[in-house]
């Protein structure tokens, strides 16, 4: 269609529910993603030489598959963006 647009969903499941980040591109996506990775990663015993993208690239793993982290390129159309309303979106574009 051509009124769709199309982003990146960086998605963050855990045990309080999934939140959202929108982005304009890979590179917003995966800086957003690796931002969780940073911010979380404390309440987890992991490797301090681990960067914050091999955080991001093996999260389920280093959360004993607890939570996860999802990068996923969508199309969407405005109109019809519908989300439920216990989880959050955050725009970053």
Known sequence: MSD???????????KHGTDF???DSWETAGKAAESI???F???W???EDLTDKQC???????TG????????????NHERLLLPSNNTLKPLI
């Open 4 to 14: 769709d647009t199309r982003h990146v969903l960086v998605e963050y499941q855990h």
């Open 21 to 23: 980040v929108l982005c």
């Open 37 to 39: 990775a940073a911010e």
């Open 41 to 43: 990663r404390g309440e």
């Open 45 to 47: 015993a992991i490797d």
């Open 56 to 62: 991001v690239d093996s999260w389920g793993d280093l």
């Open 65 to 76: 598959w607890t939570e996860f982290i999802n990068v996923t390129h969508i199309a969407y």
